[in-house]
């Protein structure tokens, strides 16, 4: 038996974001209403029309919660949904900001969602938070290697402590995602007996359909791959051949999320989706085979190089999510 049934209601944090719309859309598409928080009205605008657009208007609801850290923000929300996507996430720090404006807002913010579902959040059956592999990734220092579930980084949340408004960016982020999933795991093994309702924690890695007036709205993972592809100048040979990471499908990260709050055995995992690993210059390989000229991309960098076989330096372990999700690769 799923753990939510088609018709009931989930609460969709952040449902403007990039992974968020998808994941609402394909929770309307399987039948389920959806009450989607967002910051200020604006940004509601956006999403309600896109939603209308696809007939779903009538099963979609807004929220608007300005401040995801203030105490009780979530008090209102949790009250007759059957399962929450927590996918809120707070706006990263620059260089030279204070790396506390970042660390609070998203722990704050993850425990703030459990903490009202424990009160307030009597229907709820569980709670599927997102995070990030910048939660289970270190900085490599051996490669090629292959992480799971049971890897942490406890590298970026040292480096910044040591730096603080010193600490790179990445770190910040980085060191974001490890605390705020670290809290809430804290939390629920703490009242899972009396909360009513389990965690799962979708890790992903690094087309979207959230609202994009320009390059500048990225939130911090497309920017990061925005820059990297359509750097200006281009990045080096060094970069976009040596550089690897994980990718994922986002329509593939947004099912796994519903799948998240339907299957049973979900219930207390963290759960890694991946696609699999790449170089940089992979990434213009295939956006230049697949636009015509003029719209190919003004770089090419070094297409020769992604001839032969590839060496993915960061894979992830998939068995878990194949195991528990099956067939939610369906995207590649």
Not at 120 to 142: M, N
Request: hydrophobic share 40%; net charge negative.
């Amino acid at each position: 038996m799923p753990i939510i049934s088609k018709g009931e209601k989930v609460l969709v944090t952040g449902v403007n974001g990039y992974i968020a719309m998808w994941t609402a859309r394909i929770f309307l598409e399987r039948g389920y209403a959806v009450r989607g928080t967002v910051r200020a009205d604006a940004k509601a605008k956006f999403v309600k029309d896109y939603f209308a657009s696809l007939g779903y208007g009538d099963r979609i609801e807004f929220a608007i919660i300005e401040d995801i850290s203030k105490s009780g923000a979530f008090d209102e929300v949790v009250k007759d949904v059957d399962g929450i996507a927590h996918m809120a996430s707070p706006v990263h720090s620059q260089t030279g900001a204070d790396p506390e404006e970042t660390l609070q807002p998203a722990i704050q913010g993850t425990v703030g969602i459990l903490e009202s579902a424990l009160k307030y959040g009597k229907q709820v059956k569980r709670i599927v938070v997102t995070s990030s592999c910048a939660a289970v990734l270190p900085p490599v220092t051996e490669k090629p290697t292959v992480y799971s579930e049971l890897d942490w980084d406890i590298v970026h949340p040292e480096i910044v402590k040591e730096k603080g408004k010193d600490a790179p960016p990445l770190s910040v982020y980085c060191a974001s995602k490890t605390l705020s999933e670290r809290a809430a795991w804290e939390f629920h093994e703490k009242h899972k007996d009396s909360s009513g309702w389990d965690l799962c924690v979708i890790t992903p890695p690094f087309p979207p359909i959230h609202d994009i007036p320009s390059p500048s709205s990225l939130n911090f993972s497309l920017a990061f791959w925005y820059n990297a592809v359509l750097s200006e100048p281009p990045e080096s040979k060094a970069f976009l051949i040596a550089e690897s990471n994980a990718w994922a499908d986002v329509r593939d990260v947004a099912l796994a999320h519903v799948l998240a709050l339907e299957k049973p055995d979900a219930g207390g995992e963290r759960i890694i989706t991946s696609a699999g690993g790449y170089v940089w210059q992979e990434w213009l390989d295939e956006a230049n085979s697949l636009l015509d000229k003029p719209r190919k991309l003004t770089v090419d960098g070094y297409p020769e190089t992604t001839k032969g076989e590839k060496v993915h330096n960061i894979l992830y372990d998939r068995t878990k999510e194949r195991r528990i999700f099956m067939a939610v690769r369906l995207h590649i």
